[in-house]
């Protein structure tokens, strides 16, 4: 098998992820950049899933892609009342909770 | 029963321990004393509760529960010699009633009454004091805007006073003790608008409270040595040796700082002179008759423990003999340069007292306790004579304010001299009986001819012989400045009332007649029955097992008697003729000599005049022995004794305040305090700090979580 | 009957309160007269069944525990629910009982600013199911339950309703509190894990029953852990007496509380720390008490001097009056650390002295103060020429603090100095003779700055800027009322202070017996070898539990 490849491409991924959540100021890009990483461990599940020869992978890898719609549905939601009150996306300017 | 059965008095004999015969004295006054203190304390309520609904104030109520408690008294006293008679000549033992008051950790506390020679003599003289006081006093503070609070007090003081006399073991004693305290504090402070007169009241209870200390320590010494409170047990088992002398010297040592405080003994007596801010009759009273003899009184009491704690026997110097002997010279050198009658009085009081311990110290019981007996009497009516004075002519000052009142208040005056010559020593008035019983009791007069007495306290005794003289002298001076010469004070004196000298006539009576109570074994032109009859009642006899230790009894000399007359009649007469004669030369309104110590600055015109005079050596002798007495030396001690002693005290209490200054501003608030705060402050800090990582940016967090996670991610795979 | 006696009588002693809170609750702001009624109505009807249930208490069996209570609460640590009452709590619940009415009754129409009578007087309720229910608590887990229920309303009694600087003086009191019935509730677990149930006849190991732990069940605990175990309690029971150094809370509490606050801080909460020696530090750990004993009596007569010192600084009465607290709460540690019955029983008596005295002098305060406006002593002056009666009674409990014979004051104090005398044969004599002096001259302190403070309020003439004040009236009927039952008490116990020892002392010798198998602590106590009767006692006990 091929497993070295998938890693690679996942761990590609997953840095692409996190330096987009650490990097980029749209609240948007930051969603997306969580998506990348969410999907870097997809890609994992699935590899080493297949390399073992079971489905337990692909089961996980369904539950990550439900939960990650559903995280970036409130995520979504959140940036747009957001939006709509301060009318920026930044997640710079939001540090409400700083103690 | 009935009222005859209980005059009945029934003698059980029964035998000691050791063999002895000891009969107990039974009967109803005598078991059922307890009323005595009981009615006056009832009477306290009443009046407290409904005093200012009554025609007369409350002050009928005071009257009647003290006149009570004397007849009480009286018959107990009877019942008390019938006893005495009825037993012969074995030993009589006190009759106790007491009933278990409460019970902690196995120690039970009793409370109940003892009654002896010395407690009936005690409550004779108490409330017959306080009844005269009573009677005068409805005269005296008539008007005043806390008239039903003062008789509510006067019989609260009483009945504590009686409570104290009566108690049966020492706790009883603390409470009464503290109790008559807190009248006293209470009276002294009476008109209490006035600062100085509160800060009297003050003083007096803090000093008290610097003695107890001392009456503290010393009963629970006494408790644990005897591991009873009871008077009769401590007093047995001290007698008998069976108690450590090292406990009963510590012991008698604590109780004496309390007999200083209490019964103003140096140098804790300065409370006393303040103390007369009260009204007079409360003097007389409390800081005169009765009060300030509780401390003697608890060493009569407890004499067994001092005797043998201080070593009395066979002895020539102790503590209390020492302790008494100063206080006297003392008191009586201060007396002389008074102006203030009252204080006059009250430094004789202190004199009095020191007299009385000392009589202690040396052994000479029945002595000691026959002078309170005859000092309670012409004290009292000095001070209520004083006070009669200073109700005529409004003041207390005898150099400004009175002279020449002898025309004005005859009754006044001739009572009062009457106790002067009692207080002086003269024969054959009250206090030479007693004082020459005291002399004789020194046993240190070897030269005079006398056989007995507990030692050899030659020194003691010439203290109390210089006492004697100077003691005529004062009260020369005291009855000078205000009987004789002429008025220099305001308006026109008058005789007091009824009230006021019916009281002084009686106490007078007493002052002339209380010493043949108790005439020397010697004086044999009275027939023998009425010889040594105080002591023969009052003095408990030794028996082995007995509760008073086996003490000497000196023989009177003839030579003695004559020899302290001549002392007294030396201070009166070298008084005397200053102030009578040459005083007097100068003009009625003249009270001291103008060319004495104080004036001799002028050196050259002295000088000059001293020679142009030719009474160079009568100056000389009055100047160094009356007046030196009266002048550098006395106002040297006084000297002494406000900047020194006295400020000792209010230098205490001060430093006691700054203290605490210092010890709250700085420890308490820093040190103590401080540390808390500082502990709350740091973990205020380290929160600041630790909230400064909290900015609140969720990018920052993000970064901190996967930096964490990469680290775990690193450690998990070099250590797996 | 049978069930009410020994069933749930203490537990509606106890819990009452707590339903008329409850009952508050459910009434409406603006309702304030069945407020009050409500409110004043559970804490009396708390106070009769009281009544009614402690005269059917036996004093001949004093030293038992009666009106016991016993069921299972909390099964996985085997903590129960367990409530019994002896003559060391006797007092002091009824005490308790008779404070909180009379603060209701005095704050009747006078609630403190912020007014608010319906938190006010519920936050009193629960404070009174706090206290009895500590008095009660025979299980330490119970026990500290209730211990700590107090401290909440207390908090929030003196945070709302306190002086200027309130928020300080309840968070320190607060935390105060706290930090030392943290370490408390540690050294309870540790008792818990070490001791042996079965040596006090129980089925069980590990136990929190307070009735065996001071019946034998610590005894074969190893000294060191006992010490250590003691330290914790001491902190925990001591910042609540409050010993010196743990004392700087009480000042500022005191002072910024509102009166009726004072009061029940001053009669009851500060009983519950040397309740706590009495009834659980002591008896459960004897050895360790007689090893701390003289640091608990150093400390003590300390806290009489300092206390002392500390009250003749004071400029303002009611400050004053608080550190003579840390003074006299002194004298009560001192008969405890002697570990007599003696001193214990004094300690006893002192604590109920204590309360009616220093809580009434406290009432006084809080009335001056509603009079004059200020408490500063220099402005004060002449109380006995503007409100004679007030000044009368001003003068009274100051007589009574200052331990005056023939009041209640006297038999705190005197029996304290005189059983240190001769405390417990293990401990050292000179040691403690050297406290008895030094306690001794505490007594002269505490004469002169209660009398300083009362020549300075109550005598002289009135001062000019309150000649003519037109609140300054004598004592008021809701004064009269709340005010008379502690004088007469005060006056009551000093002349029959049996009436205590009636109770007290049976209870007190038998929490100081503390028997097990291998002979009693107590003749440990009493020996002059004691430590090694209680190595002995330790490996016999040691020996069976082998078998």
Redesign the interface.
């Known amino acids: 098998m091929w497993l070295n490849q998938f890693l690679v491409l996942s761990a590609v991924l997953f840095s692409i992820g996190?330096y987009g959540?650490?990097?980029r100021r749209n609240g948007v890009l930051?969603l997306m950049s969580i998506e990348l990483i969410l999907n870097a461990v997809n890609i994992n599940l699935v590899a080493f899933g297949s390399y073992v020869q079971t489905v337990v992978g692909e089961v996980f890898a369904l539950f990550v892609i439900t939960v990650a719609a559903a995280e970036v549905g409130v995520g979504l939601a959140i940036l747009l009342l957001l939006y709509r009150n301060r009318r920026s996306v930044d997640?710079?300017d939001?540090?409400?909770?700083?103690? | 029963m009935g009222l005859l059965g209980a005059f009945a008095t029934t003698p059980a004999v029964f035998a000691a321990e050791a063999g002895a015969e000891v009969v107990k004295a039974g009967g109803w006054f005598l078991a059922n004393a307890w009323l005595i203190p009981l009615i006056p304390a009832a009477s306290f309520l009443i009046i407290l509760l409904f005093g200012k609904r009554m025609p007369r104030g409350g002050s009928e109520v005071g009257i009647t529960a003290v006149a009570a408690s004397f007849v009480l008294g009286l018959l107990t006293l009877v019942q008390w010699i019938g006893a005495v008679n009825a037993a012969g000549d074995a030993a009589v033992s006190p009759a106790i009633s007491k009933w278990t008051w409460w019970i902690s950790g196995g120690t039970s506390f009793t409370i109940g009454t003892l009654v002896d020679g010395l407690a009936v003599a005690l409550i004779f003289v108490v409330t017959l004091v306080s009844l005269l006081v009573h009677i005068y006093s409805t005269d005296y503070v008539a008007g005043d805007v806390r008239y039903t609070h003062f008789f509510a007090f006067l019989s609260l003081f009483t009945a504590s006073m009686l409570f104290f006399v009566l108690s049966e073991n020492t706790i009883q004693m603390i409470l009464g003790w503290e109790m008559v305290g807190v009248c006293s504090f209470v009276l002294i402070g009476h008109w209490w608008e006035e600062k100085a007169n509160s800060n009297a009241a003050l003083k007096a209870f803090l000093t008290n409270r610097v003695g107890d200390i001392g009456l503290l320590i010393g009963m629970a010494i006494l408790f644990f040595a005897a591991d009873s409170f009871s008077v009769v047990k401590i007093n047995s088992l001290a007698a008998e040796g069976s108690i450590a002398h090292g406990l009963l010297l510590a012991a008698s040592l604590c109780l004496m700082a309390a007999v200083m405080s209490k019964s103003g003994q140096f140098f804790l007596h300065t409370w006393l002179p303040d103390a007369m801010a009260g009204p007079t009759p409360v003097s007389a009273l409390i800081h005169a008759a009765t009060m300030v003899v509780a401390g003697v009184y608890m060493v009569a009491r407890l004499f067994a423990v001092f005797f043998e704690g201080l070593a009395i026997a066979g002895s020539s110097v102790n503590a209390l003999a020492i302790m008494g002997g100063i206080t006297t010279l003392v008191g009586a050198s201060l007396a002389f340069v008074q102006t203030d009658i009252k204080r006059v009085l009250a430094y004789s009081t202190i004199s009095q007292l020191g007299y009385m311990v000392l009589a202690l110290g040396v052994g000479a019981w029945t002595a000691a306790v026959f002078h309170l007996f005859t000092h309670a009497f012409f004290k009292a009516c000095l001070f209520l004579g004083s006070g009669s004075v200073s109700h005529a002519v409004h003041s207390f000052d005898m150099k400004k304010d009175m002279g020449g009142l002898r025309k004005h208040m005859p009754h006044t005056f001739r009572t009062f001299v009457i106790a002067s010559l009692a207080l002086a020593g003269l024969a054959p008035l009250a206090g030479f009986w007693s004082k020459d019983e005291i002399l004789a009791g020194t046993g240190g007069w070897g030269a005079f001819g006398g056989t007995g007495g507990n030692g050899a306290y030659t020194f003691v005794l010439f203290m109390a012989m210089l006492t004697a003289a100077l003691t005529a002298a004062y009260m020369t001076r005291c009855v000078y400045l205000t009987f004789f010469g002429t008025y220099r004070g305001h308006g026109h004196p008058h005789e007091s009332g009824r009230r006021i000298t019916v009281p002084l006539w009686i106490l007078a009576v007493f002052a002339v007649g209380a010493g043949w109570t108790n005439l020397p074994k010697g004086f044999q032109i009275v027939p023998k029955g009425w010889r040594e009859q105080f002591g023969h009642y009052v003095e408990p006899r030794a028996a082995e097992g007995f509760y008073f230790p086996h003490i000497a009894h000196a023989t009177p000399s003839w030579t003695l008697a004559a020899f302290s007359t001549l002392v007294v009649l030396f201070g009166l007469g070298a008084a005397y003729y200053y102030y009578f004669v040459k005083v007097r030369a100068l003009g009625g309104s003249a009270t001291e000599l103008p060319n004495g110590l104080t004036s001799r600055f002028r050196i050259a015109r002295l000088g000059h005049r001293l020679l142009a005079r030719k009474y160079y050596l009568d100056h000389l002798y009055t100047d160094i022995l009356a007046k030196g007495t009266a002048g550098p030396v006395a106002r040297g001690a006084y000297w002494l004794n406000q900047r020194g002693i006295d400020e000792v005290v209010n230098q205490a209490g001060r430093k006691a305040v700054s203290a605490g200054h210092v010890l709250y501003d700085k420890i308490d608030q820093k040190v103590v305090d401080g540390v808390v705060n500082a502990t709350g402050r740091a973990s205020h800090g380290a929160g600041e700090e630790i909230r400064r990582m909290q900015t609140g940016k969720v990018q920052q967090y993000a970064g901190v979580m996967f930096v964490v996670a990469a680290l775990i991610a690193v450690v998990l795979i070099l250590v797996l | 009957m049978q069930d009410f006696l020994n069933g749930w009588g203490l537990t509606l002693v106890t819990f009452v309160p707590m339903l008329g809170a409850l009952v508050l609750l459910a009434i409406p702001k603006r309702n304030e007269w069945s407020l009050k009624v409500v409110a004043l109505g559970s804490s009396l009807l708390a106070a009769l069944i009281g009544v009614f249930l402690l005269s059917w208490f036996d004093t001949s069996r004093a030293g038992d525990l009666q009106f016991v209570v016993d069921k299972p609460w909390i099964e996985t640590i085997n903590s129960r629910y367990i409530m019994g009452i002896d003559g060391i709590s006797l007092p002091l619940i009824l005490l308790t009982l008779l404070v909180v009415p009379l603060c209701i009754v005095y704050s009747f129409d006078h609630f403190p600013e912020p007014r608010n009578p319906k938190s006010f007087l519920t936050l009193l309720l629960i404070l009174q199911t706090g206290m009895v229910g500590t008095f009660v608590a025979q299980d330490l887990i119970l026990f500290f339950v209730f211990f700590e229920i107090v401290l909440l309303p207390m908090y929030f009694m003196i945070g709302v309703w306190g002086g200027e600087n309130r928020r300080y003086a309840s968070i320190k009191f607060f935390l105060y509190t706290l930090f030392g019935s943290a370490l408390m509730l540690i050294s309870f677990l540790a008792m818990f894990f070490l001791a042996d149930g079965t040596l006090a006849g129980l089925d069980a190991v590990r136990t929190f029953d307070m009735r065996a732990l001071s019946g034998g069940a610590t005894a074969a605990i190893a000294r060191t852990s006992q010490v250590w175990i003691f330290a914790g309690m001491f902190l925990g029971f001591g910042v609540k007496v409050p010993m010196f150094p743990f004392h700087t809370w009480l000042p500022d509490a005191h002072t910024e509380a509102p009166t009726v606050g004072s009061v029940i801080l001053a009669a009851v909460l500060l009983k519950l720390g040397t309740y706590g020696f009495v009834r659980v530090a002591v008896p459960m750990l004897p050895e360790a008490a007689a090893a701390w004993a003289p640091v608990i009596g150093l400390l003590a007569v300390i806290g009489i001097i300092y206390g002392a010192l500390g009250c003749l600084a004071q400029r303002d009465m009611k400050r004053l009056i608080a550190f003579s607290s840390v003074a006299h709460m002194g004298f009560v540690m001192l008969g405890i650390a002697t570990l007599t019955p003696f001193g214990v029983n004094a300690a006893v008596f002192g604590m109920v002295a204590h309360g009616l005295i220093t809580g009434m002098l406290f009432f006084l305060a809080g009335s001056m103060k509603e009079r004059y406006h200020t408490l500063e002593m220099s402005r004060l002056g002449g109380l006995l020429k503007q409100a004679p009666r007030m000044g009368w009674m001003l003068g009274f409990c100051v007589m009574a603090s200052l331990g005056l014979p023939g009041l209640a004051g006297f038999w705190g104090e005197f029996p304290a100095i005189l059983a240190s005398y001769s405390p417990a044969a293990i401990l050292h004599q000179g040691v403690f003779r050297a406290y008895m002096v030094i306690a001794a001259v505490g007594t002269v302190l505490a004469a002169g700055y209660l009398l300083w403070m009362l020549q300075k309020t109550a005598f002289g003439k009135a001062r000019k800027e309150f000649a003519n004040s037109p609140d300054i009236k004598d004592v008021k009927r809701h004064e009269y009322i709340s005010w008379a039952p502690l004088l007469v008490l005060i006056v009551v116990l000093g002349f029959y202070p049996r009436l205590l020892h009636e109770a007290t002392d049976p209870a007190v010798r038998e929490s100081l017996e503390v028997p097990s198998i291998a002979g009693s602590a107590q003749d440990c106590l009493d020996s002059d070898d004691g430590w090694t009767c209680f190595d002995e006692r330790r490996t016999e006990i040691k020996q069976t539990q082998g078998n």
């Not at chain 1, 939001?94 to 103690?99: E, I, N, P, Q, R």
Request: aromatic share 0%.
């Open positions: 996190v959540v650490l990097a930051v997640i710079h939001v540090d409400m909770m700083k103690g």
